[in-house]
């Protein structure tokens, strides 16, 4: 079997689609209706991937608490929220979550399905990565790439798998600006430019929880961000 992906969707025809869409891409699938089952299945064995719906039956914020509980079971756990919710509040709530992608559901099913790969092509690049790029050291951080841990001033910082190939990318080749497109290119991003700046808060603020002087990534107005030498 494929790569095991779980979806955590209330409404039984389109947790059904999904499920069997992913089934014919190879993937393994369990499906879950609520947060409660998903939850005590998820305490046993972790997917590889979880989609999850924000509302779940009788919970309307239901899979924002799912997000929150899965990523303190794991920090790199890829999440995908896929809501029929499309306000900027919602969207950027997930982010702040954990997730690493936030689809609405009016999204085609080769869309979802290409988002899913490229999340799972950069576990692979990461797993992939030759001996010289296993560990990125620039100053007081350090990137293990084969253990996906990143560190600053030798204390881990808990980031998601996103977040990791975005410091990643700007970490490799300090100083130099990385556009927007260049950053959803080289960490293998298929998300929106509000995306990328929701992503680059997060990052900051979990590096200025270890350091309050943390300032190495820096906006460059109207071009990009680039990781201060």
């Given at each position: 079997?494929?790569?095991?992906?779980?979806?955590?969707?209330?409404?039984?025809?389109?947790?059904?689609?999904?499920?069997?869409?992913?089934?014919?891409?190879?993937?393994?699938?369990?499906?879950?209706?609520?947060?409660?089952?998903?939850?005590?299945?998820?305490?046993?064995?972790?997917?590889?991937?979880?989609?999850?719906?924000?509302?779940?039956?009788?919970?309307?914020?239901?899979?924002?608490?799912?997000?929150?509980?899965?990523?303190?079971?794991?920090?790199?756990?890829?999440?995908?929220?896929?809501?029929?919710?499309?306000?900027?509040?919602?969207?950027?709530?997930?982010?702040r979550l954990g997730a690493d992608d936030y689809l609405t559901k009016d999204v085609s099913l080769p869309h979802l399905l290409a988002r899913i790969a490229a999340l799972f092509r950069r576990i692979e690049a990461l797993a992939d990565s030759g001996p010289e790029e296993e560990v990125v050291e620039r100053g007081d951080l350090r990137l293990d790439a084969m253990r996906l841990v990143a560190e600053?001033?030798?204390?881990?910082?808990?980031?998601?798998?996103?977040?990791?190939?975005?410091?990643?990318?700007?970490?490799?080749?300090?100083?130099?600006?990385?556009?927007?497109?260049?950053?959803?290119?080289?960490?293998?991003?298929?998300?929106?430019?509000?995306?990328?700046?929701?992503?680059?808060?997060?990052?900051?603020?979990?590096?200025?929880?270890?350091?309050?002087?943390?300032?190495?990534?820096?906006?460059?107005?109207?071009?990009?961000?680039?990781?201060?030498?």
């Amino acid at each position: 079997m494929g790569r095991r992906i779980a979806i955590v969707e209330d409404e039984d025809a389109i947790r059904a689609n999904y499920a069997e869409a992913l089934t014919r891409q190879g993937y393994e699938v369990a499906a879950y209706a609520d947060r409660v089952s998903a939850m005590a299945a998820f305490r046993n064995r972790l997917p590889e991937l979880a989609v999850i719906d924000i509302g779940l039956g009788d919970e309307p914020e239901g899979g924002f608490t799912l997000c929150a509980e899965l990523r303190a079971l794991s920090a790199r756990l890829p999440i995908i929220f896929l809501s029929a919710r499309d306000s900027d509040f919602d969207i950027v709530s997930g982010l702040r979550l954990g997730a690493d992608d936030y689809l609405t559901k009016d999204v085609s099913l080769p869309h979802l399905l290409a988002r899913i790969a490229a999340l799972f092509r950069r576990i692979e690049a990461l797993a992939d990565s030759g001996p010289e790029e296993e560990v990125v050291e620039r100053g007081d951080l350090r990137l293990d790439a084969m253990r996906l841990v990143a560190e600053w001033q030798g204390r881990a910082v808990g980031l998601t798998l996103t977040e990791f190939w975005m410091v990643h990318t700007l970490a490799r080749t300090p100083g130099h600006v990385k556009s927007r497109d260049q950053l959803m290119q080289d960490a293998r991003l298929v998300v929106d430019d509000g995306t990328i700046t929701s992503h680059i808060k997060r990052i900051r603020r979990k590096f200025a929880a270890v350091d309050g002087a943390f300032d190495r990534i820096e906006s460059v107005y109207g071009v990009g961000y680039r990781w201060r030498a």
